[in-house]
């Protein structure tokens, strides 16, 4: 239009010029034919640079509409994008659904915002692999709604179900540390225009709360309903998600922000007479694996129900999973606290359930979330101790909670720099005195706090999951030390390593430690691994079938600490181990008399009915050594021969031992 104009007006001019000055002036004419070409070629530079500047504004209003109307994170269109897109739905059979991943918050607390965005990404491609990118909205953290041309819920629900198939399949070959569910709410209708659109949106977010009510990884669904009656139901509803603002959707008790502003709410001289009791359900993941999340939601209201019932005044808040604080008086904490632990104790008949509670005298000046945080390291001190199950907070706590938390912040990034270092302590063949293999054991050696052994580390790091960072470290290390000794034609020995309980539920466990020992081109018998009765105690079938899938490939499977718990003589009913490894304690007491010794020698022989080996740890001396010579223990490890040292230490010691014992004979 803009160029159109210009030639238009040109026109005219040359020819009103025509008729005014032909033929009787043409020089003027002339003249007047220049300054017309002249005015439209200006006219058209100048308009040229107009539209230019007019087509970047228009395209940068596109990239700006197109970006208010897209995540940039899933790359699917966000709620504005809802409300552009949302005609193309009128007229048609639709189910309007609402996605969302349960305790988002916590796991993004926990792990790390970079984590959350990590599997809302994947979530999202696992909803892609149901349903069309175009039909993905992303309404707010972690709701997604999802739009389908569809009136068959239970069709609908078999998507939902192959979606969860394909979040876990994509979250293994992630090789992700979480596998969360995730609920679903959807109504199912109609919509001819953008009022009953938008009541479809708002009815599936009622059953998204509806699911979430329920449980993990529930879905609730309905047939859209208009009516009036369904309006009043539908108010009430969100009345009830208006109260999840402050309280927890589960339990019905307060959520952590509600708490703090109730706790900051209370007078000086009540907060002078209250403690902060913060309560945990030990081996709440062990139990969820044996009974099923259900059955665990089901404890932990539970949980809530009691802390309720046996505190007359008091404010209860769940921070997630079983943990729980509360802000109660002083009189008869602990007369309440035992009657909350002997409730859940009766919970379940199959299952004696054990609570760890914290206890923190409440000041007026303290901060509550202070508050919390002293009494959670009460509480961690006792966890998983069922001699005790309530601690009061010391000031000596806080030492022990900084050490905590370094070593949590630090563990990977000790790996990755070799501060985690791998001694080896060797192992004798009782007959011929040579070594015949070795132990790795882990150190670390921190800059800021020097030696760090692994009685001081390993338990926090088993209590946060996280063992399995060490435990993989170490198996890498050997298979590295045992492919550089190979390189320059040094000799090796067999090594064991240790393995945790939580190494089996790491996705691709097995996997990586079969790429390792491939990797670095380590033969089965140079690696042989090592776990606990404790570790085995639980009886879980994942536990089982990959010891079974790891001794098939080759490895040997050595029980360690056999006798240190109460259930030894049936773990080897239930499993044959290659070697069973004694308890160091049964050398401690073998001065004490016959008793220990009588015990060893039953081992020992029954080990060798059942067609395994034995091996005694803590040999310090002579005459253990001979006793367990004479009764036919296989192995023996312990400071009478080798101390835990460095790789080059320890090959070196122990080819000097092995020189010195054949030049002897």
């Known amino acids: 239009m803009h160029i159109a104009g210009a030639l238009i007006w040109t026109f005219i001019f040359m020819l009103c010029s025509y008729f005014a000055k032909m033929p009787d002036h043409p020089q003027y004419f002339k003249m007047d034919l220049q300054g017309a070409i002249m005015f439209g070629l200006t006219s058209l530079m100048v308009?040229?640079?107009?539209?230019?500047?007019?087509?970047k504004a228009i395209k940068q209003d596109l990239v700006v509409k197109?970006?208010?109307?897209?995540?940039?994170?899933?790359?699917?269109?966000?709620?504005?994008?809802?409300?552009?897109?949302?005609?193309?739905?009128?007229?048609?059979?639709?189910?309007?659904?609402?996605?969302?991943?349960?305790?988002?918050?916590?796991?993004?607390?926990?792990?790390?915002?970079?984590?959350?965005e990590h599997m809302l990404v994947t979530f999202v491609e696992s909803i892609e692999t149901a349903f069309p990118k175009k039909d993905i909205y992303r309404y707010s953290d972690d709701e997604f709604i999802v739009i389908v041309e569809e009136k068959d819920p239970q069709l609908f629900e078999k998507r939902i179900q192959q979606i969860r198939e394909n979040l876990k399949a994509l979250l293994l070959a992630r090789k992700s540390k979480i596998m969360p569910s995730f609920c679903v709410g959807y109504v199912y209708g109609r919509a001819?225009?953008?009022?009953?659109?938008?009541?479809?949106?708002?009815?599936?977010h009622v059953r998204l709360t509806e699911a979430k009510l329920n449980g993990r990884g529930e879905v609730a669904g309905s047939p859209l309903d208009i009516s009036s009656s369904r309006e009043e139901k539908i108010i009430r509803e969100l009345r009830n998600q208006y109260n999840e603002s402050t309280h927890d959707a589960m339990t019905g008790v307060y959520n952590l922000s509600a708490f703090r502003v109730e706790a900051n709410l209370l007078p000086e001289h009540i907060k002078d007479?209250?403690?902060?009791?913060?309560?945990n359900i030990d081996g709440l993941k062990t139990y969820n694996e044996s009974y099923g999340y259900h059955v665990g939601d089901q404890l932990i209201k539970s949980l809530a129900n009691s802390i309720d019932q046996h505190f007359s005044k008091k404010l209860i808040c769940r921070l997630g999973e079983d943990h729980f604080v509360a802000l109660v008086e002083n009189e008869e904490i602990e007369k309440g606290i035992k009657q909350v632990h002997e409730d859940l104790l009766h919970v379940n008949p199959e299952c004696r359930v054990h609570i760890s509670v914290g206890i923190y005298p409440f000041h007026a000046q303290d901060n509550i979330i202070s508050a919390c945080d002293r009494a959670k390291m009460a509480c961690d001190l006792i966890r998983n101790n069922y001699d005790r199950y309530y601690q009061y907070y010391e000031d000596s706590l806080s030492d022990q909670s900084q050490f905590r938390n370094y070593i949590l912040t630090h563990i990977e990034r000790a790996a990755y720099n070799q501060d985690l270092q791998v001694y080896y302590q060797g192992v004798v063949d009782t007959n011929t005195k040579l070594p015949c293999g070795a132990e790795a054991l882990i150190r670390w050696q921190d800059p800021q706090y020097g030696m760090i052994y692994p009685n001081k580390f390993i338990p926090i790091l088993e209590k946060a999951n996280l063992i399995h960072?060490?435990?993989?470290?170490v198996i890498k290390q050997v298979c590295k030390d045992y492919a550089q000794a190979q390189n320059e034609h040094k000799p090796f020995y067999p090594v064991s390593v240790n393995l945790s309980r939580q190494d089996f539920f790491i996705p691709h466990f097995y996997d990586d430690i079969i790429a390792m020992v491939k990797t670095y081109h380590v033969p089965l018998k140079m690696l042989n691994l090592e776990v606990t009765e404790r570790m085995m105690s639980s009886h879980n079938k994942v536990i089982f079938d990959t010891l079974h899938k790891l001794q098939d490939y080759g490895f040997e499977i050595w029980m360690?600490?056999?006798g240190s718990e109460y259930?030894?003589?049936?773990?080897?009913s239930q499993f044959h181990f290659d070697v069973i490894k004694l308890?160091?304690?049964?050398?401690?007491?073998f001065k004490s008399g016959n008793h220990s010794r009588n015990i060893i020698s039953s081992i020992v022989e029954l080990t060798k009915t059942m067609g395994g080996k034995t091996l005694s740890e803590g040999v310090e001396e002579e005459g253990q050594y001979a006793f367990l010579k004479s009764i036919g223990c296989d192995m023996i490890q312990g400071y009478y021969f080798f101390k835990p040292q460095p790789k080059n230490v320890f090959l070196k010691e122990a080819t000097q031992y092995e020189s010195e014992r054949t030049l002897a004979k």
């Open 560 to 562: 360690d600490d056999f």
């Open 192 to 204: 001819n225009d953008s009022r009953t659109f938008k009541q479809m949106v708002r009815h599936a």
């Open 66 to 116: 197109t970006a208010s109307e897209r995540d940039p994170l899933t790359l699917v269109a966000n709620r504005n994008g809802l409300k552009h897109y949302e005609k193309q739905y009128f007229y048609e059979d639709l189910i309007v659904s609402f996605f969302d991943i349960d305790d988002y918050k916590l796991l993004c607390d926990y792990y790390g915002h970079g984590l959350g």
């Open 273 to 279: 007479h209250n403690s902060v009791l913060y309560f």
């Open 469 to 473: 960072i060490v435990d993989l470290f």
């Open 583 to 589: 308890d160091m304690n049964f050398m401690r007491n």
């Open 567 to 572: 259930s030894s003589l049936n773990m080897m």
């Open 47 to 55: 308009n040229q640079f107009i539209l230019i500047d007019r087509l």
